[in-house]
């Protein structure tokens, strides 16, 4: 017999606090041997583990046992929703709103009003043509690579699979104890082919001081498991997806030197099931510009 399982003991933080331990568990593996974090990473999607914070294996040791492994537990539906309903994740857009501070906030007017437009149309004709003036990461955004790298595909080189109609998941972490989103987080979930939207429960703080303070972020750990997993699209309703304390911004550097577009300052993740939606968040298609605005929003499927 040649099949190998690992044996170990483990423990488990919850980023929301409390905890598991469990004594003596053993796990099918392929070779004759595993890592760390990978035995981490199976413990946590086979027990479906959320908002996970610290995970401790103690005492691993491989044994030869016949593996007794069966298919893996099916996903957890999605609550109950309307198919086809739409779900708006988006912030409106205002005169003077402040997204990030030190940055402008938008000029909103008339270019032409529809007062001064009845001069050039035919009685009872009127047209209003409104102006805007902003910078790219104002409001709801979505960021493509050009925003980091100069070679980084730009707006108008988004690939729309990306960004319409895309199959996307929630992860939960609403009420962590930590800011920091590590990417145990995400194990319990299958994010290949996904855009994955992290719900922090932050944009509650929106047009509020409270929202550029002490926000919720990924870590570099998150953002490499991410792109590893083939995420298409990573999500957030935060303040920013970095720690912003310093000026590295490693989330950004990971995601986008890979392709995966981030959105930020989302909003209404809590009315999303975890799963059985579409995603969308198409920007204009501008050349030489990383940033936009977009109307970000869902549709449940079932």
């Known amino acids: 017999m040649n099949d190998k399982r690992v044996c170990f003991d483990f423990e488990i933080d919850f980023a929301n606090g409390g905890g598991i331990q469990g004594q003596d568990f053993r796990l099918d593996i392929d070779g004759d041997d595993i890592a760390d974090a990978a035995l981490a990473a199976y413990i946590i999607a086979d027990l479906r583990l959320l908002m996970v914070g610290a995970v401790r294996i103690l005492n691993k040791r491989i044994i030869a046992e016949r593996h007794k492994r069966t298919a893996a537990a099916a996903a957890i539906a999605p609550s109950d929703g309307v198919a086809g309903r739409r779900i708006d994740l988006s912030h409106i857009i205002e005169d003077g709103m402040v997204t990030y501070k030190g940055l402008p906030a938008p000029i909103m007017c008339d270019h032409l009003s529809r007062e001064r437009s009845r001069a050039l149309y035919a009685e009872g004709t009127e047209f209003q043509i409104g102006k805007i003036e902003l910078v790219g990461n104002t409001g709801t955004y979505l960021d493509t690579p050009y925003h980091r790298y100069a070679d980084g595909y730009d707006l ?18 609403e009420g962590s104890a930590d800011r920091a989103i590590d990417w145990a987080v995400f194990a319990a979930t299958d994010v290949a082919g996904h855009a994955v939207l992290v719900h922090t429960g932050w ?74 939606f579409r995603f969308w968040a198409v920007p204009p298609k501008i050349s030489e510009m990383g940033t936009f605005p977009v109307r970000a929003h869902a549709q449940l499927m079932t």
């Open 156 to 173: 108008a080189a988004l690939d729309l699979d990306r960004v319409s109609a895309v199959p996307a998941l929630v992860v939960r972490v």
């Open 203 to 276: 944009a509650k703080h929106w047009r509020t001081d409270q929202y550029f303070e002490g926000h919720p972020f990924l870590t570099a750990a998150a953002a490499a498991y991410l792109r590893d997993k083939g995420a298409l699209l990573v999500g957030i309703d935060s303040f920013n997806i970095d720690d912003v304390s310093g000026g590295e911004r490693p989330v950004h550097s990971i995601l986008l030197g890979a392709g995966i577009p981030i959105v930020e300052h989302m909003t209404n993740l809590d009315a999303l099931p975890n799963h059985g």
